[in-house]
């Protein structure tokens, strides 16, 4: 189990980090991006959901691989509590889902765009912009904090 500050953040070991890098690899590696209009055949309202088996592999969307990355976590006894989906606009304007791990050192990012964890300023960086965060502690459907 993983342990967690007086605030409830992370506290970043050397087995924490190890298993954010293997999550945030095998995440990428094990689901093909996949638009919701390809895979359920329409895009609005987006669905989210864990990625879904096409054949032989898993495919899903910028959310659907956040959501698979937070289950991987879960499942290795990370708390739920700093596993923060966060909704962002993309440089190209497009909205995109990535899951911020907040730790008592600092934040980490995982994205499907980046092959490695990254931190919220090198994506800000690229023209990515921050705009909602599910609240720390909270579920999804409840109210989200606004970034910008």
């Known amino acids: 189990m993983f ?6 953040l992370l506290i970043l070991t050397d087995e924490l980090g190890e298993l ?8 990428n590696s094990e689901v093909t991006y996949q638009t919701d209009a390809k895979t359920y055949g329409y895009e ?15 495919v899903g969307d910028c959310e659907d691989i956040s959501i698979y990355k937070h289950r991987l976590l879960v499942e290795a006894g990370v708390p739920l509590a700093p596993l923060l ?9 497009g909205g995109h889902c990535v899951l911020c791990v907040c730790t008592e050192n600092k934040d980490f990012i995982m994205c499907n ?8 300023r090198t994506m800000i960086r690229e023209g990515y912009t921050f705009l ?11 109210p989200w904090d606004v970034l910008k």
């Not at 765009?113 to 919220?120: A, K, R």
């Open 3 to 8: 342990q967690v500050n007086e605030n409830g």
């Open 20 to 27: 954010l890098t293997r999550v945030q690899r095998r995440g």
């Open 85 to 93: 989906l966060t909704i962002c606009k993309d440089p190209n304007g």
């Open 132 to 142: 909602y965060r599910q609240g720390f502690g909270r579920k999804v459907d409840e």
């Open 113 to 120: 765009n980046h092959e490695v964890l990254v931190v919220p």
């Open 44 to 58: 609005n309202p987006e669905k989210w959901s864990y990625p879904k088996e096409d054949g032989t592999r898993l």
